[in-house]
């Protein structure tokens, strides 16, 4: 059985955009689906991709930026009633995904919070957000099951704060390794190598360019990176400071292929763009700027874009 890489979505930044859907990435392998980030529209998106509910095994968060996470909860809930096999509740989601910070950041001169939210825990990791979409949709959760058939609640989902770097998930036939990245003050913010029998494929997250995302891509088939356009950004209103920490934050266009040519991966699917709006820049010309320096293929991601591995050749 092969395995089967699927764009759910390849917008950047938080702010809805028509016409392209948030961050998220499935991997199928195995029969199980592996989804990588729970951006705007996640859900919509693994159910126009053809993707089975019942197979969801894992959600693996690289970050905890709304753009990231925003519908993991709809992830969750919405097919929670097709969670049940014959024997009962399939097993539970596992949900992987960033700890706690040490500390809370601080802000700089330019940008600083004016009030912390929820300040008895201002910064909670993967498991304290999946506790808390429980302790959120609690009504729900404990009210449905008097009016319909669902599967009990408690076999929904567990989560994972996971350590880095090193192999965070392993069962025999996906290996899944992380490490940490640069992400400006989103600590700590992860990249994905998922290795299995018919190839590998890393997810960068959102990181400027990372010397240890590089060794983790190293020989990679495919490589979904992140890519923004600061030149387009400066065009377009931003300078100072605003434009400084966005420079923090990503890896811009003229840099992703010198990150992909350093990894030595096969292909680079650019997604998470920045500009999100699918009119702002051309895919032929993301792909003319970002391929530069790059000797492999490098192919403009969109929302359903489709890869098989082992690599058929073609297009
Ligand atoms: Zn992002």
Known sequence: MATELVLLGTAGAPAPV????????ALVTGGRVFVVDCGRGTPSGYVNAGLDFARLACVFLSHLHADHT???AGLLLYPWGLRAGPDGPLPPVQVYGP???AQLPAGDAAFQRQTTIHPELPAPGTTDLVGQILAGYAYHLNVMPLDAVMPDPGQLVRATDITVPGVVFDDGGVRVSAVEVTHGHAVPALAYRFDTADGSVVFSGDTTVNDDLIALARGADILVHQVADLGYLARHGWSGAALQHMAGLHTDVTEVGGVAERAGVRELILSHYV???????????????AGKGFSGRTVAGRDGLRRTLPDAGGD
């Open 18 to 25: 028509a016409g392209r859907a948030g961050i998220s990435s």
């Open 70 to 72: 925003g519908d993991l």
């Open 99 to 101: 700890g706690r910070p």
């Open 275 to 289: 500009p999100a709006e699918p009119g702002a820049v051309s895919a032929a010309d993301w792909v003319q700027r």
